[in-house]
């Protein structure tokens, strides 16, 4: 199964269950593991786990071992995740907040997929060369960390296709995007940067021209 399938079944089986009102996007998937794909991720941490469609897929995906470690303290995903995650479940080491993340290695990936009162907390515990993720719009969170690393590099990518039909979200919405932050690039992220500027520009271009016709 190649990667774009990967993403593609993870979000229909996420779509079929029970709290699927906050999974991330089949567009969000994609890009996820196009991350994964493109550089060394061999340390995870998931903001906010939800029910697990973000840990599913990158577990599903990777074939090699991943620390991963989510933050989760809703009670309904808490016992949802056993049940969705399956034999995902066991390779996912869950703690309440970033607070209680305690761990000298430090994550080369950082996905903020909800909130915690702690989040300054990452410039901590992002690797030198970290990449954050941040699944939606989430403003707020956005802004605290874009200021945490001053010499950071910003992207948002856009989809350009509407929500499938079987997803939970409208297929008259265009399917949700990422924004992703180089906190410190090196010279592969700064090019992969300017691939992603130019790109998204396309892609907003492309929506307008949509609209109007």
Excluded at 17 to 40: P, R, T, W
Aim: glycine residues 6%; contains cysteine; hydrophobic residues 35%.
């Amino acid at each position: 199964m190649g990667k774009q399938d990967i993403a593609i079944e993870t979000y229909k089986y996420f779509s079929s269950l029970e709290g699927n009102q906050h999974i991330a996007s089949e567009f969000a998937l994609k890009k996820i593991v196009d991350i994964l794909e493109n550089y060394k991720i061999d340390n995870i941490l998931e903001l906010g786990l939800g029910i697990g469609s973000i840990s599913y897929c990158i577990l599903e995906y990777s074939d090699k071992k991943i620390n991963y470690i989510g933050t989760e303290s809703n009670d309904f995903c808490l016992n949802a995740l056993p049940k969705y995650l399956k034999n995902n479940f066991d390779k996912v080491k869950i703690v309440d907040s970033l607070s209680k993340v305690l761990t000298t290695k430090k994550f080369d990936l950082i996905i903020v997929d909800g909130k915690d009162e702690n989040l300054l907390l990452v410039k901590k515990s992002i690797s030198n060369r970290g990449i954050i993720v941040i699944e939606g719009d989430r403003i707020p969170q956005l802004e605290l960390i874009k200021n945490s690393f001053p010499n950071s590099l910003y992207v948002r990518l856009i989809s350009n296709y509407k929500n499938p039909d079987y997803g939970p979200f409208p297929s008259t919405d265009w399917s949700g995007g990422l924004q992703l932050i180089f906190t410190n690039p090196n010279l592969l992220q700064k090019l992969n940067f300017g691939y992603y500027k130019i790109i998204t520009a396309i892609r907003y271009r492309l929506r307008i021209i949509k609209k109007i016709k």
